[in-house]
């Protein structure tokens, strides 16, 4: 198997686009369309911007804090800073914590910690082990956006990036699809107007498929931890991951179909659905809803447990 482009060994064959990339080309390409989604996606007009990285430590955040400190190694017009959100799962968060922290200190990226049981009183694991039916992801979900969104209000960023592929993107549209969720489809990242009291998201890796992101990371010798959280086999999404990788398997570029299906319908969506941002009548974070998912689904239960700690 031959690189198309230059004939020597290949390392990865894109069946969407039918290469055959050697490794020098494929992190090319990986790196060339992670500054194409900068691009559209970040706004330079100001004197200075600042972007901070949520990091998990897994492969995706990783690759996201590398190739951001990359690229902008050396600008003195942007920031980058990170942090993680410690959601107080045992066995499964502290190992992630710890290659997060490694990998920002070797990039001298300002790095910072968040948690659960500091900000809400409790832990995901007493959430779970409180309610046995709960599905994890349903209440660990809206907490750690509520809680990325202060931290990246704490640092002072003009964007929080996330470490979300080119998988979970064309995932989160196919679950919005299926819901009839158009509203919610209309406010999926990357967002480019600001919001009172939000700070925007951005995707850099929403062009890059899972395996090209643990195929990088491996290449450019990112340590990045690879264990998975004992609460994944609960999370509705596996269904909507299932079918996307069917299809993707059967018509290569699904995945690349969902993504521009979004970005064509968007800018109409937009205008015919709820978009607004208001404020949580409970705890007066940022929600498109009069309580937010937070609130709604768990404050009460979240300070029962807080109590009886």
């Known amino acids: 198997m031959k690189c198309t ?35 559209e996606q970040v706004s330079f007009s100001g004197s200075h911007i600042t972007i901070s990285v949520a990091i998990s430590g897994g492969k995706d955040s990783s690759v996201t804090l590398y190739s951001l400190a990359e690229l902008f190694k050396g600008r003195k017009n942007v920031t980058l800073k990170a942090f993680t959100v410690d959601e107080g799962i045992e066995g499964y968060r502290s190992s992630g914590l710890q290659k997060a922290r490694m990998l920002a200190g070797m990039l001298g990226v300002e790095h910072s910690t968040i948690s659960f049981k500091d900000h809400f009183g409790t832990t995901m694991d007493r959430v779970v082990s409180e309610n046995p039916e709960v599905i994890p992801c349903s209440r660990c979900g809206p907490m750690r956006r509520q809680m990325m969104n202060l931290e990246s209000l704490s640092l002072e960023s003009d964007y929080v990036a996330l470490g979300m592929n080119l998988d ?29 009291g939000m700070v925007r998201r951005i995707l850099p ?25 004992p ?10 991951r299932d079918v996307v990788e069917t299809l993707e398997e059967r018509s290569p570029g699904t995945r690349f179909a969902l993504l521009n299906f979004l970005d064509r319908i968007k800018p109409s969506i937009r205008g015919g659905s709820d978009t607004a941002v208001g404020k949580c ?5 940022p929600s498109s809803s009069e309580i937010c998912p937070v609130c709604a689904a768990s404050s009460e239960n979240l300070n029962e447990i807080s109590q009886r700690k």
């Open 281 to 285: 009548a409970v705890c007066g974070q």
């Open 5 to 39: 482009i230059c004939g020597r060994d290949a390392v990865y064959e894109a069946k969407y686009s039918g290469e055959m990339l050697c490794a020098d080309h494929f992190t090319a390409s990986v790196d060339r369309r992670i500054r194409r989604e900068i691009r």
């Open 168 to 196: 979970d993107y064309s995932q989160s549209i196919l679950m919005n699809v299926a819901r009839g969720d158009v509203d919610r489809l209309a406010r999926m990242a990357p967002h480019s107007d600001s919001r009172d």
């Open 205 to 229: 890796l929403r062009r890059i498929p899972e395996k090209e992101v643990m195929l990088y990371a491996i290449l450019k010798g990112i340590n990045f931890d690879a264990s998975w959280c």
């Open 231 to 240: 609460y994944y086999e609960k999370a509705q999404r596996n269904t909507f």
